[in-house]
């Protein structure tokens, strides 16, 4: 009875403006910030997964050198807010007008170009949301390579495989069953953290509906339009994630119950 009366309320109050959702549910403006919103959610999954995997690897590395810059990385984007990050790359020209690369000190410079020029607000939003995702990816990624047993690793070892090679094509295939799970929350959360980037003017679908109501003074449709569309994409997000458990989990459910007359099969101890 009361979810009946509260939807009959917002259903019937005039004060939602219904008309005015409708009018830019399907606009121009807002659709071009929400593929906004996916082409970023993308790229910045695919630099924090491709950066978390080599931090993991990186952060069990018997090299206290390489494994305590790893720590450093970690403890740093971990450590401050990414709203802050956001607007440090953002103004990253205010520390290095000209960006260059060479060799250092002596050498010659291959590349150099202005810091304004190259780091645009889309750059400043990959930089901020992919480099602090690698850093939480390290750590999910850590932990499901330290849930495949030891034994693995010697096996592979023994048979002759280097530290990477064994890493690639032994230890990470079978840490995924726990590496997916939290990989689809933390996409979800990025799609939602991309709303950050409208303090640094990149037209997203938060940024996009704030053109439009600080315009026209329509506050409440316009962030009711930018919500609709966050619900349909995490949705999508959270189905496709349960899709691939599910069949993860029936795959490893299939392993387990191989009978030990199968060819290749060989009892756990």
């Not at 659709?31 to 690897?57: F, K, N, R």
């Not at 807010?81 to 020209?93: D, E, K, R």
């Not at 810091?115 to 999910?140: C, R, S």
Request: hydrophobic content about 55%; overall charge positive; glycine content about 8%.
């Amino acid at each position: 009875m009361f979810l009946a009366s509260l939807v009959h309320s917002i259903a019937n109050n005039p004060n939602f403006l219904w008309p005015v959702f409708f009018e830019y549910l399907f606009s121009e403006v807002m659709i071009d910030g929400l593929e906004l919103t996916v082409l970023l959610t993308v790229v910045a999954m695919i630099v924090g997964i491709s950066g978390g995997i080599v931090l993991a690897v990186a952060r069990l590395s018997a090299n206290p050198v390489v494994s305590g810059l790893t720590a450093g990385y970690l403890w740093f984007f971990r450590g401050t807010p990414i709203l802050v990050q956001l607007i440090f790359w953002y103004n990253l020209a205010a520390l290095f007008p000209v960006i260059s690369i060479g060799i250092p000190f002596t050498g010659p410079t291959f590349f150099e170009g202005s810091a304004n020029d190259l780091i645009t607000p889309f750059t400043a939003a990959v930089l901020g949301l992919g480099l602090n995702e690698a850093a939480y990816m390290a750590e999910i990624v850590r932990a499901g390579i330290l849930s495949v047993g030891t034994g693995q690793d010697e096996a592979a070892r023994a048979l002759g495989m280097r530290r990477l090679l064994a890493m690639r094509r032994i230890i990470l295939p079978q840490a995924l069953r726990v590496i997916i799970p939290p990989t689809g929350n933390e996409t979800i959360g990025m799609l939602k953290m991309t709303s950050l980037v409208s303090v640094i003017a990149l037209s997203e679908l938060l940024y996009s509906a704030q053109t439009v109501y600080s315009r026209t003074f329509e506050t409440i449709p316009l962030l009711m339009v930018a919500c609709f569309w966050y619900l349909v994409l995490t949705s999508g997000l959270t189905f496709a994630q349960s899709v691939i458990e599910r069949r993860l989990g029936r795959s490893t459910a299939a392993a387990s119950a191989r009978p030990n007359w199968l060819p290749g099969w060989r009892r756990q101890k």
